[in-house]
């Protein structure tokens, strides 16, 4: 088998670097490892908010988790009891949580909300790149022409399986390739040498030619690289823990690769997310143990290999599911889900808060947004990547915002508790409400731009009461929302400083 890049058959498509990273090794290139968690993972589920328990039970009784079970981060905090890996991670100081990442005017389409995560487009917008295929443009814009070259002969990325990742696709092609296994590959015909003519079949073809050539050049590097690699740690069974392994081989090994795609797919539980009568079992608990055992085992292996500092993880899903559960022991899509970032590098906290549940949930309501997903591609690939910040907003939205997700890397077990990171509170008086209500809110004396957003049960933003600069200090304002039918609301708070809110209200 070989490595396949994209063909044209696949739809196509400053801010200075942080002090607290001068003191990593510039000879090594950074490694960003991408966990996708396909069908829309239930994070209600996987963090658990101990604070809401008493509305939770009301809600989703039949699939919650008991609050005995919870694997405990912070008071108000805990895992799915499956998760002892991430546990001990979390316990050692690497692992950030990012409590409910969504984007704007939610799309519930597995395929769509896949696009747009992967793409890091607007909701209402189709892009045809992705959101590291841009960035990769930016810095080798005749790909794939003279590529590979002596002085880049290594892929820029490598999906784990079958189909390229979207996320690295580029206006000409996607600079991914895919691989199963480094140590089956072999070299595709090329082929005999003509002429091509100056049609349409000519261009394709010269395309092709390209694409084989670089396959097969990438293909001798791969194996190389595999050959001179290893593995230290031990790694259970599952697909998962198997690509995350040769992940690590091939890191260990020399090559130079920058991105890596790797995924774990079942989350789409609509049904028998748990077993009937014993929540802490069932689809979703596996699941997640395949995660923490898999994750665990490379973050040892990485460490074991020393190349910890160079590498960082991220799950990701299209969607989070819904708050309340259905007859069928199982939860439908829904809306945002936290976000986990794994490694030394990795700022050990729990942004954000818990999402607050009330003690009547409609049928339709997710979990509201508190983080925008693009918030976390771009503070990344400023942090890790040292992108300008006016090419992050290029990238992705114009109203990006930083956030905390890095931080110096550790060689060391830290032995402090992580830390949870507080947002700015928000009010609204009264709640319910019928036509009006005064919102009371707090600025931090660092931030210079704050927006205040009325999202609907849904996740659509349908009103934006302001996005302006705001002095530090306590504000209030009234909010006017008798165009506004009578449901549940969802007011967001977000600041220049990157701190968010949500806090929910009921318009009768």
Same mark, same amino acid.
């Given at each position: 088998m070989a490595v396949l890049p994209a063909f044209r058959g696949i739809p196509l498509g400053a801010m200075a670097l942080p002090s607290i990273f001068n003191n990593i090794n510039e000879d090594s290139d950074r490694v960003l490892v991408l966990i996708q968690l396909n069908g829309?993972?239930?994070? &209600?589920?996987?963090? &658990?908010? !101990?604070?809401?328990?008493?509305?939770?039970a009301n809600v989703r009784g039949n699939i919650l988790i008991p609050q005995s079970t919870a694997l405990q981060l912070t008071d108000i905090t805990g895992l799915h009891p499956?998760?002892?890996? !991430?546990?001990s991670l979390y316990d050692n100081a690497r692992v950030g949580v990012v409590q409910s990442v969504a984007y704007p005017n939610q799309n519930r389409s597995h395929f769509r909300s896949t696009d747009i995560w992967t793409s890091g487009s607007p909701a209402n917008q189709v892009w045809n790149t992705g959101w590291m295929g841009r960035y990769f443009d930016d810095e080798y814009p005749d790909y794939p022409n003279g590529y590979p070259n002596a002085t880049h002969p290594h892929p820029f990325a490598i999906t784990m399986g079958n189909l390229v990742s979207p996320t690295c696709q580029g206006i000409a092609s996607n600079f991914s390739m895919t691989l199963e296994?480094?140590?089956?590959?072999?070299?595709?015909?090329?082929?005999?040498?003509?002429?091509?003519?100056? *049609?349409?079949?000519g261009e394709e073809l010269t395309f092709l030619r390209i694409a084989i050539a670089q396959t097969n050049a990438y293909t001798n590097v791969i194996t190389q690289s595999a050959n001179a690699g290893a593995n230290l740690a031990t790694y259970p069974n599952g697909r998962l823990s198997d690509q995350l392994r040769h992940v690590a081989r091939l890191i260990s090994g020399g090559l130079r690769t920058r991105i890596y795609v790797v995924s774990l797919g079942g989350f789409d539980t609509h049904a028998n997310q748990v077993l009937p009568g014993s929540t802490t079992t069932g689809t979703h608990a596996e699941l997640l143990r395949n995660l923490s055992e898999s994750v665990a085992a490379f973050q040892e292996d990485l460490r074991l290999l020393?190349?910890?500092?160079?590498? !960082?993880?991220? *799950?990701?899903?299209?969607?989070?599911?819904?708050?309340?559960?259905?007859?069928?022991?199982? *939860?439908?899509?829904?809306?945002?889900?936290?976000?986990?970032?794994?490694?030394s590098c990795v700022n050990p906290q729990i942004l954000?808060?818990?999402?607050? !549940?009330?003690?009547?949930v409609s049928v339709e309501e997710g979990v509201p947004m508190q983080y925008d997903f693009r918030d976390v591609y771009g503070s990344i690939l400023m942090d890790w990547f040292e992108v300008p910040e006016t090419d992050v907003r290029r990238y992705l939205y114009q109203g990006f915002t930083h956030l905390p997700l890095l931080q110096p890397c550790q060689t060391a077990t830290s032995t402090d508790a992580s830390v949870v990171v507080q947002t700015p509170g928000i009010q609204v008086h009264p709640n319910p409400l019928v036509h009006s209500a005064t919102i009371v809110f707090r600025i931090p004396a660092d931030s210079a731009r704050a927006r205040l957003s009325i999202f609907d049960a849904m996740g659509s933003e349908v009103q934006v009461l302001f996005d302006m600069r705001l002095s530090s200090g306590e504000h209030t304002m009234t909010w006017d929302a008798r165009k506004l039918p009578a449901g549940v609301y969802f007011c967001r708070l977000t600041t220049s400083a990157g701190s968010q809110q949500v806090s929910r209200v009921v318009k009768h």
């Open positions: 829309g993972n239930d994070g &209600l589920n996987m963090v &658990l908010p !101990i604070d809401q328990y008493d509305n939770l499956a998760m002892t890996g !991430i546990k296994d480094p140590f089956t590959l072999g070299q595709l015909p090329s082929g005999q040498v003509s002429s091509v003519p100056n *049609t349409p079949y020393n190349v910890e500092r160079r590498v !960082i993880s991220m *799950t990701f899903s299209e969607f989070g599911r819904r708050i309340r559960s259905n007859a069928a022991n199982g *939860t439908d899509h829904g809306t945002a889900a936290p976000l986990m970032l794994f490694g954000g808060n818990n999402p607050v !549940i009330s003690a009547n």
